[in-house]
């Protein structure tokens, strides 16, 4: 075998693999659900070990993120606008039933002022079976960091604060990972839409 023609064989046989890589690719992209509101990570995410109180002090876990698809957003009690707005429009989705055993978790930026009973009054004012989570400074740092979402008090005048935060809303299946996320402005129908597009992604053995 001449030194040019192996070469050529090197050449297509990098080729033939290029473009086996490629159809994977394209195969493995065919078969995610195609959100129209959303974005479904092509690599699910693990959501890190953390550990935070619900409204009626017992503790809640990343444990309690397996078995049923969540939504989990995070916000404020004293949120002006963008945490009553963006809860009010999760309680539609899930009134709409997309996904079965759906459970929407609410968890605080500002333990500060959001006790378990604070967090568990406003989370049920919109929903009576949402969940809301709090915990000291430190146990909503861990879970922030494991979402990868951004919070900050900013001082007013007076001496009170308000929170600047991410306004995005997760997406986590049956086995605790992140698979998805949503950002504002929130579009109840197409939002409700696409988790009956995600809902045969999101169980445990999917």
Known sequence: ????????????????AALAGFWLARELDSSAPQLASGTWL?????????QLTDSLGHPFTTHELQGRPSLVFFGFTHCPDVCPTTLA?????????PVAGLQVVFVTVD??????TAVGIYAHAFDPDFIGLTG????I????KAFAVAALRVDLPGGDYTMDHSATVFLVNARAQIVGVFSPPFDTRRFA?????????LAAQS
Do not use: E, N, Y
Not at 3 to 13: F, H, Q, T
Not at 42 to 50: E, L, T
Not at 111 to 116: A, I, S, V
Not at 193 to 201: E, K, N, R, S, T
């Open 136 to 139: 000291d400074q430190a146990a």
């Open 89 to 97: 429009k999760l309680a539609q989705v899930k009134k709409a039933g």
């Open 111 to 116: 333990p500060q002022r959001d006790t378990p």
């Open 42 to 50: 092509m690599r699910p995410r693990a959501v890190a070990d953390f």
């Open 1 to 16: 075998m001449t030194k040019r023609l192996s070469w050529l064989l090197v050449a297509i046989a990098a080729l033939c």
């Open 193 to 201: 839409q696409d988790l009956v597009v995600a809902a045969p992604h």
């Open 141 to 144: 740092d861990k879970v922030t």
